[in-house]
């Protein structure tokens, strides 16, 4: 059974940092790409980062240069470090193989003060 724990999110003022992390289990972690997902009240969820298990990353444009995936295969954990936060970042955010399997977390909640 899939099961994907995020933690870190919190609130930051804007220009600020926070780093999420998210445990997972219930799938071979190392095989599969890997990815951060977030979605605003009344929004479609989108992809925000994601790294193949050969550790290639993409980025969404609106937060390239700021944010970065990272994975670490020997504790089943991905990590997004976010930094120079903006108010528009502010989602729940959500972990998941990337492309993602139907089970969802509860996500964690970023909010960015202005």
């Known amino acids: 059974q899939v099961r994907l724990v995020e933690s870190g999110g919190g609130l930051v003022q804007a220009g600020g940092s926070l780093r999420l992390s998210c445990a997972a289990s219930g799938f071979i972690f190392s095989i599969n790409g890997l990815g951060w997902y977030r979605q605003a009240p009344g929004k479609q969820r989108e992809l925000v980062a994601s790294?193949?298990?050969?550790?290639?990353?993409n980025y969404a444009d609106a937060v390239k240069g700021r944010f970065t995936i990272a994975r670490d295969n020997i504790n089943n954990t991905v990590y997004l470090q976010m930094n120079s936060l903006k108010h528009e970042d502010t989602d729940i955010y959500y972990c998941?193989?990337?492309?993602?399997?139907?089970?969802w977390g509860q996500g964690t909640l970023v909010t960015v003060s202005e």
């Open positions: 790294v193949t298990s050969t550790g290639n990353t």
């Open positions: 998941n193989a990337y492309p993602a399997y139907e089970y």
